[in-house]
């Protein structure tokens, strides 16, 4: 019915490319993003007919980030998240 699911992407190339950032007519700013995980999300998305929404893209792989992205996930900003996750205990 295509409910909307929120991705949040973390990584470099080959695994997340940010190709466009442009700003919609009620003023939010949305994102197209490619690369090899998200070609897996999109079609997940395709066979379960689910919208899915870009959030920002974060493209450095810096031990913070990978923070922040998770903090996203727990607190619910978030339903799916893709891209170069390295599960180490520091991070998970």
Do not use: R
């Not at 470099?12 to 993003?33: C, L, R, W």
């Amino acid at each position: 019915m295509g409910c909307p699911i929120k991705v949040c992407t973390i990584g470099i190339d080959p695994t997340v490319i940010m190709t466009e950032s442009f700003t919609q007519n009620d003023g939010s700013t949305a994102y197209k993003v490619t690369g090899l995980s998200v070609v897996i999300i999109k079609y997940v998305c395709e066979k379960l007919n689910l919208t899915y929404i870009f959030l920002p893209p974060s493209v450095n792989i810096e031990l913070d980030t990978y923070a922040k992205t998770l903090t996203e996930l727990e607190e619910c900003l978030s339903e799916v998240l893709t891209g170069f996750i390295p599960l180490i205990p520091m991070i998970v």
